[in-house]
């Protein structure tokens, strides 16, 4: 039996979230293990890092999948690829030790969510960002961010259906950048529960709008309560951006496709 891992990144616009659902309706993980499959010539299922939501994008998936199956690297590569729609794309594969795990082996996430703040909404990137109307004030947004740096006890920004065990969760620094009418945030973390940085995110909107002031994010995380936050942020800005693992893993931290939007959070 073999180990084989592989980062994706895909456009999640026409999915139904990243896991397979009992409904009639597609998700990543069909197109995925299809793909994987066709290579394969039998049944493969694939395990993932993070389970994203409907119409949230990733630019840095990573999956594991077993087999007795003996095929190169770039078999693998190749071969998914050919078998996969044009809004999901293999960008590496490779062999992996049998102790990696793509879930219980990270130790950290990061997500990237991008801003359309503009007075008109857009054409060429709907889907892509999420638009908003109201001037946003991005300093007080920023400092309402540093709020939710370290450990804390995250249920007021879960949402009803969250399968996590513990609300727990170690938020590293969050960064906030914004270019003319592009306001890009960058949340690091151990892990996230269900709709956190899209609950959070809408409370940022609250606050930036100034509607609340900074320090309700505080009031709000010590309240553990979901009825005490803002309103649920759209998926479409929200992009897993990275998944990262223990070095032995020498696993890659980013896709070379996602370059152009990583580059906008540096400012270049």
Not at 67 to 84: D, M, P, Q, Y
Not at 167 to 178: F, N
Not at 202 to 211: C, D, P, V
Request: overall charge neutral; hydrophobic content about 40%; aromatic content about 10%.
């Amino acid at each position: 039996m073999m180990r084989v891992a592989l980062g994706l990144e895909y456009n999640g616009a026409a999915y139904y979230g990243w896991q397979s659902q009992k409904a009639d309706v597609l998700a990543v993980q069909d197109v995925v293990e299809a793909a994987v499959s066709s290579v394969a010539n039998e049944p493969t299922q694939v395990v993932c890092a993070g389970r994203t939501d409907r119409g949230v994008h990733a630019m840095s998936q990573v999956v594991h999948f077993d087999t007795e199956v003996e095929r190169s690297e770039r078999s693998w590569l190749l071969g998914a690829n050919s078998n996969l729609p044009r809004d999901v794309a293999i960008q590496w594969a490779r062999f992996i030790d049998d102790d990696f795990h793509a879930r219980y082996s990270a130790v950290a996430r990061e997500y990237l969510y991008f801003i359309d703040n503009s007075p008109t909404r857009p054409g060429l990137f709907n889907q892509h960002v999420t638009w908003h109307l109201q001037p946003l004030c991005e300093q007080k947004m920023w400092e309402a961010m540093q709020l939710l740096q370290g450990k804390h006890d995250f249920s007021s920004f879960r949402c009803a259906d969250c399968q996590a065990k513990s609300p727990v969760r170690t938020m590293l620094a969050p960064e906030l950048r914004r270019q003319g009418n592009i306001i890009v945030m960058r949340f690091r973390a151990n892990a996230f529960l269900h709709h956190m940085i899209r609950n959070i995110v809408g409370t940022l909107f609250a606050i930036g709008e100034s509607k609340q002031p900074v320090a309700w994010m505080s009031d709000v995380l010590q309240a553990k309560d979901r009825r005490q936050a803002g309103i649920t942020a759209p998926p479409h800005g929200l992009y897993l951006s990275s998944v990262q693992y223990p070095d032995k893993y020498a696993i890659p931290s980013q896709s070379h496709g996602s370059d152009f939007l990583v580059s906008i959070t540096k400012g270049s």
